[in-house]
T-cell receptor, first 111, second 115 residues
Framework: TQLLEQSPQFLSIQEGENLTVYCNSS?????LQWYRQEPGEGPVLLVT?????EVKKLKRLTFQFGDARKDSSLHITAAQPGDTGLYLC???????????FGKGTLLTVNP | GAGVSQTPSNKVTEKGKYVELRCDPISGHTALYWYRQSLGQGPEFLIY????????DSGLPNDRFFAVRPEGSVSTLKIQRTERGDSAVYLC?????????????FGDGTRLSIL
């Protein structure tokens, strides 16, 4: 069973600060997805990374897939209160449609 | 709306009762997934449909859980003889086709509470 470990589990910061959250595993993945989930809602896909070493940017969010495709990071620049939420990483292997999710990082950005 | 719709949004029932949870996927999406999310956890895979057939039901915890998708669109997750440990948020997702690189679009879930 693939296991995704996310860190930190909780993060509380002030508006304007930068932050990085991590998603690590001992397994190799064909792709990795990042989702954000707000209370009472389903996860919303932010990005999919598929190539080792790949970097993708989405406004103030920067996603990186590790060279060995075993880990990923999400960096947020100048965090805003609207960034508050649970950030989940999810991975599939090969042709596996079945996503394995980490436990998530609960981010709170205080105004 | 154009998104994945799940009903009911909340369900409270007594231990031992039978429940049905419904999922309306995005129109045209052939792949449908059910996940279960407990407090403080990420979603856990339950079952995957490609069209009308359950391509993988390996995540169903036991034989009290069953899901159908008779016409390849709407799906129903059925739980018999509910137990308190079944309390969780049940999420449905759909994608245009199967495959782990396919974006999965989630509904807002059904929050199931077993008293």
């Amino acid at each position: 069973t693939q296991l995704l470990e996310q860190s930190p589990q909780f993060l509380s910061i002030q508006e304007g600060e930068n932050l990085t959250v991590y998603c690590n595993s001992s397994s190799v993945f064909s792709s990795l997805q990042w989702y954000r989930q707000e209370p009472g809602e389903g996860p919303v896909l932010l990005v999919t990374v598929v190539t080792g070493g790949e970097v993708k940017k989405l406004k103030r969010l920067t996603f990186q897939f590790g060279d060995a495709r075993k880990d990923s990071s999400l960096h947020i620049t100048a965090a805003q209160p609207g960034d508050t939420g649970l950030y989940l990483c999810a991975a599939g292997g090969g042709s596996n449609y079945k996503l394995t999710f980490g436990k998530g990082t609960l981010l709170t950005v205080n105004p | 709306g154009a998104g994945v719709s799940q009903t009911p949004s909340n369900k409270v029932t007594e231990k031992g009762k039978y429940v049905e949870l419904r999922c309306d996927p995005i129109s045209g999406h052939t792949a449908l997934y059910w996940y279960r999310q407990s407090l403080g956890q990420g979603p856990e895979f339950l079952i995957y449909f490609q069209g009308t057939g359950a391509a993988d039901d390996s995540g169903l915890p036991n034989d009290r859980f069953f899901a159908v998708r008779p016409e390849g669109s709407v799906s129903t997750l059925k739980i018999q003889r509910t137990e308190r440990g079944d309390s969780a948020v049940y999420l449905c997702a759909s994608s245009l086709k199967g495959g782990s690189n396919q974006p999965q679009h989630f509904g807002d879930g059904t929050r199931l509470s077993i008293l």
